[in-house]
């Protein structure tokens, strides 16, 4: 919306400045007052040069070389000469330079081009039926253009190029038959197994067949050497008898002496190395003792050290505990104050832009009775009671900020507890291996260690003598029994030796059994060819088919794509002329019920059939045969319901002598229709246009 326009030299508008404001804007003065001047100047400043007739150079007043104009729309400010342009948005400059800045203009305030721009929202003198004449295949594409209907006709494109190409990839391709090669599969398989199973029974019985002859063959090995083996035999027995005959007196004589021997103190031995063992562990643990004892001393006094530090700890806890609550309240006083001086701030600025416009702040609408005076009154009183807040916010701060240092500035608390936590665990562990490793005294194993060695020293000599007698015996016996044990075994081995007509028959059975088993091995290298070859057939078969397959899949998803793409094309293309359809009878039902309105029903309905038609007293004819005043009225109202159904462009509608043709009635008619809409600047020359609740700019 068109808040403001300033003028600085251009044309006869030398130094001027209009305020508009929503809804209807009459600007009134007569002929050559600069009416239409006040329409080029905001062209000139959302467009430039070319929205102003004639030469540029033409365009400053008489006198001078340039000239400025300053455009406040929404929250933008465009301030453009002939040399240069800027656009600022809240005060932050957007753009500059004459280019840059209509760029600017076009794509983030006017939405439209200029010739749009003239289209949709501004009729110049003698053009406001002008829009109904400029044949409908233009007004056509001018809709299409700003309706979306594009958006629809790219994804068409879109779409039918994706199909072509489908189409093209599809081109002579046909599915495959795979029923024959199936059944080519299923043979293959039944083939597969049978000579699996009998490449298995070969196998099985070869195996079986090479574990018997292995055994049959070690088992003729042995039987052939049992024959030396037997002689051999034959020869120890003979010797170990004649040996064991002649130990028989020696052991006897030995076993005398044995008896005569004193028996040995074997367990006072034994004792003794207990003894031993037992004094040096307790030497070693006093040692230990002695180191532990000496850590527990250090472990106490360190424990002892804690409590000072412990102490302070809690004291410097309790000082950051108050610091905290303080600046927490420090906080709360300065949020508050804050608050409240914003509040204050926002009002006093909300007051200064309402006297600054004209509005009351409190009903928004303009100043009425006693609304200025109260208005400068409350500020007034606020400017006076500002300085009070700001002392107080200022004050506030300072506390926070003063609370915050001393927070910071206070002595942390130290790790004192968890040191004696420490400490005291490493107490407890030393005590309680102390306890446990505690000995009897080392003198008192010492003195009993002396009295085993000196009774161990009397019955050496006993243990020496009856020592050599036992060796003697035990080697002896020795002898004797592996005397026998040979004996033993070699009659017994006799005993499991073959006979000759055993050793016959096994190498008779191995020779059969040797030629058996060369015959499975040929049997079992031909299936294995045969399972290759079918193996080799069945793969070939299965890459065949799962190729096939594939193409298959991929032809029938390629065929689908390309249907569902048919039927999405021809479906936007009935949803375009939908609507189009739509969007057409959107608009003229908005300009047949403003026109009907505004005209009192002298134009019933306008419909659009190869152009532009209207209704009197139902009956329908060209828009060329209307009256001037029906022109006038059909014009304004096809264009307001261009700018309303289309949602385009700028919420501002220039409408230069509109009534220039209509009787004072059917103007003022006209006019009183405008006040509903968004904004509209309303340029006439009659002084009867005027109509309550419009904002009139007389110049």
């Given at each position: 919306?068109?808040?403001?326009?300033?003028?600085?030299?251009?044309?006869?508008?030398?130094?001027?400045?209009?305020?508009?404001?929503?809804?209807?804007?009459?600007?009134?003065?007569?002929?050559?007052?600069?009416?239409?001047?006040?329409?080029?100047?905001?062209?000139?400043?959302?467009?430039?040069?070319?929205?102003?007739?004639?030469?540029?150079?033409?365009?400053?007043?008489?006198?001078?070389?340039?000239?400025?104009?300053?455009?406040?729309?929404?929250?933008?400010?465009?301030?453009?000469?002939?040399?240069?342009?800027?656009?600022?948005?809240?005060?932050?400059?957007?753009?500059?330079?004459?280019?840059?800045?209509?760029?600017?203009?076009?794509?983030?305030?006017?939405?439209?081009?200029?010739?749009?721009?003239?289209?949709?929202?501004?009729?110049?003198?003698?053009?406001?039926?002008?829009?109904?004449?400029?044949?409908?295949?233009?007004?056509?594409?001018?809709?299409?253009?700003?309706?979306?209907?594009?958006?629809?006709?790219?994804?068409?494109?879109?779409?039918?190029?994706?199909?072509?190409?489908?189409?093209?990839?599809?081109?002579?391709?046909?599915?495959?038959?795979?029923?024959?090669?199936?059944?080519?599969?299923?043979?293959?398989?039944?083939?597969?197994?049978?000579?699996?199973?009998?490449?298995?029974?070969?196998?099985?019985?070869?195996?079986?067949?090479?574990?018997?002859?292995?055994?049959?063959?070690?088992?003729?090995?042995?039987?052939?050497?049992?024959?030396?083996?037997?002689?051999?035999?034959?020869?120890?027995?003979?010797?170990?008898?004649?040996?064991?005959?002649?130990?028989?007196?020696?052991?006897?004589?030995?076993?005398?002496?044995?008896?005569?021997?004193?028996?040995?103190?074997?367990?006072?031995?034994?004792?003794?190395?207990?003894?031993?063992?037992?004094?040096?562990?307790?030497?070693?643990?006093?040692?230990?003792?002695?180191?532990?004892?000496?850590?527990?001393?250090?472990?106490?006094?360190?424990?002892?050290?804690?409590?000072?530090?412990?102490?302070?700890?809690?004291?410097?806890?309790?000082?950051?505990?108050?610091?905290?609550?303080?600046?927490?309240?420090?906080?709360?006083?300065?949020?508050?104050?804050?608050?409240?001086?914003?509040?204050?701030?926002?009002?006093?600025?909300?007051?200064?832009?309402?006297?600054?416009?004209?509005?009351?702040?409190?009903?928004?609408?303009?100043?009425?009775?006693?609304?200025?005076?109260?208005?400068?009154?409350?500020?007034?009183?606020?400017?006076?009671?500002?300085?009070?807040?700001?002392?107080?916010?200022?004050?506030?701060?300072?506390?926070?900020?003063?609370?915050?240092?001393?927070?910071?500035?206070?002595?942390?608390?130290?790790?004192?507890?968890?040191?004696?936590?420490?400490?005291?665990?490493?107490?407890?562990?030393?005590?309680?291996?102390?306890?446990?490793?505690?000995?009897?005294?080392?003198?008192?194993?010492?003195?009993?260690?002396?009295?085993?060695?000196?009774?161990?020293?009397?019955?050496?000599?006993?243990?020496?003598?009856?020592?050599?007698?036992?060796?003697?015996?035990?080697?002896?016996?020795?002898?004797?029994?592996?005397?026998?044990?040979?004996?033993?075994?070699?009659?017994?081995?006799?005993?499991t030796l073959p006979t000759v007509e055993d050793i016959d028959a096994l190498e008779q059975s191995v020779?059969?059994?040797?030629?058996?088993r060369s015959q499975l091995q040929l049997d079992i290298k031909e299936t294995e060819r045969q399972i290759?070859?079918?193996?080799?057939?069945?793969?070939?078969?299965?890459?065949?088919?799962?190729?096939?397959?594939?193409?298959?899949?991929?032809?029938?998803?390629?065929?689908?794509?390309?249907?569902?793409?048919?039927?999405?094309?021809?479906?936007?293309?009935?949803?375009?002329?939908?609507?189009?359809?739509?969007?057409?009878?959107?608009?003229?039902?908005?300009?047949?019920?403003?026109?009907?309105?505004?005209?009192?029903?002298?134009?019933?309905?306008?419909?659009?059939?190869?152009?532009?038609?209207?209704?009197?007293?139902?009956?329908?004819?060209?828009?060329?045969?209307?009256?001037?005043?029906?022109?006038?009225?059909?014009?304004?109202?096809?264009?307001?319901?261009?700018?309303?159904?289309?949602?385009?462009?700028?919420?501002?509608?220039?409408?230069?002598?509109?009534?220039?043709?209509?009787?004072?009635?059917?103007?003022?008619?006209?006019?009183?229709?405008?006040?509903?809409?968004?904004?509209?600047?309303?340029?006439?020359?009659?002084?009867?246009?005027?109509?309550?609740?419009?904002?009139?700019?007389?110049?």
């Amino acid at each position: 919306m068109l808040n403001s326009l300033k003028t600085k030299n251009f044309k006869k508008l030398n130094d001027h400045t209009f305020n508009f404001t929503s809804g209807l804007n009459i600007i009134c003065g007569a002929n050559t007052a600069g009416k239409t001047t006040l329409t080029q100047a905001i062209g000139f400043a959302l467009f430039g040069v070319r929205a102003v007739p004639g030469k540029s150079e033409k365009i400053p007043t008489w006198g001078h070389t340039n000239c400025e104009v300053v455009l406040a729309v929404d929250e933008y400010e465009i301030i453009r000469s002939l040399r240069n342009c800027t656009v600022s948005k809240n005060g932050d400059i957007k753009a500059s330079g004459n280019t840059a800045c209509s760029e600017y203009i076009q794509e983030n305030i006017t939405g439209l081009d200029y010739k749009a721009f003239k289209l949709f929202n501004w009729s110049g003198p003698s053009e406001t039926a002008a829009l109904l004449t400029i044949g409908a295949t233009q007004l056509q594409r001018d809709i299409e253009k700003f309706s979306g209907v594009e958006f629809i006709d790219n994804i068409i494109k879109t779409v039918n190029k994706d199909n072509l190409v489908i189409k093209t990839e599809l081109d002579g391709a046909e599915l495959i038959d795979l029923s024959e090669s199936d059944q080519r599969l299923q043979d293959f398989n039944k083939r597969f197994e049978v000579e699996a199973d009998i490449l298995n029974r070969f196998s099985r019985s070869e195996h079986e067949l090479s574990e018997a002859l292995a055994t049959d063959e070690v088992k003729l090995t042995e039987q052939k050497q049992s024959r030396v083996r037997r002689s051999e035999l034959t020869s120890i027995i003979d010797s170990e008898t004649a040996t064991i005959e002649a130990f028989h007196p020696e052991i006897a004589e030995l076993v005398t002496e044995l008896n005569k021997a004193a028996p040995a103190p074997w367990s006072r031995g034994d004792e003794l190395s207990e003894f031993q063992a037992e004094l040096r562990t307790a030497e070693s643990v006093n040692v230990l003792l002695e180191s532990k004892g000496a850590d527990l001393t250090v472990a106490q006094d360190n424990l002892a050290e804690c409590k000072d530090e412990i102490l302070k700890d809690v004291d410097r806890q309790i000082t950051i505990d108050g610091l905290e609550e303080i600046a927490a309240r420090a906080n709360t006083v300065y949020t508050k104050a804050n608050d409240l001086l914003n509040v204050k701030l926002d009002r006093v600025a909300e007051l200064k832009y309402a006297i600054a416009d004209g509005i009351c702040p409190n009903c928004h609408r303009p100043f009425e009775g006693t609304d200025l005076q109260d208005t400068e009154t409350e500020l007034e009183a606020l400017n006076t009671q500002l300085p009070a807040f700001e002392e107080s916010n200022n004050t506030s701060h300072a506390d926070w900020r003063k609370a915050k240092n001393n927070l910071a500035a206070a002595e942390p608390v130290s790790s004192a507890v968890l040191k004696a936590e420490q400490y005291r665990l490493q107490v407890d562990e030393l005590l309680s291996w102390i306890t446990e490793h505690r000995f009897t005294d080392p003198t008192d194993l010492q003195s009993r260690i002396t009295n085993l060695i000196t009774e161990r020293a009397d019955i050496a000599s006993a243990i020496t003598a009856r020592e050599s007698v036992k060796s003697k015996y035990e080697k002896l016996t020795g002898k004797l029994d592996i005397a026998r044990s040979k004996k033993d075994e070699a009659e017994h081995e006799i005993k499991t030796l073959p006979t000759v007509e055993d050793i016959d028959a096994l190498e008779q059975s191995v020779k059969d059994q040797t030629a058996e088993r060369s015959q499975l091995q040929l049997d079992i290298k031909e299936t294995e060819r045969q399972i290759e070859n079918i193996e080799t057939a069945l793969n070939d078969t299965k890459k065949y088919i799962k190729e096939s397959e594939s193409y298959n899949t991929e032809v029938k998803r390629l065929t689908k794509e390309s249907v569902q793409l048919s039927s999405f094309s021809k479906f936007l293309k009935e949803s375009r002329v939908t609507f189009l359809a739509s969007v057409w009878q959107q608009i003229l039902s908005y300009a047949s019920g403003f026109v009907n309105q505004a005209s009192g029903g002298i134009v019933d309905e306008i419909i659009n059939v190869d152009g532009f038609e209207f209704s009197e007293d139902g009956v329908f004819a060209p828009v060329e045969s209307a009256s001037g005043a029906q022109r006038s009225f059909i014009g304004v109202a096809v264009r307001i319901a261009l700018s309303q159904s289309l949602g385009i462009g700028m919420d501002t509608i220039i409408l230069d002598e509109p009534t220039s043709e209509m009787r004072e009635e059917n103007a003022m008619r006209l006019a009183g229709s405008l006040l509903s809409q968004d904004q509209v600047l309303f340029i006439t020359h009659r002084q009867d246009d005027q109509v309550a609740g419009a904002t009139i700019i007389e110049l």
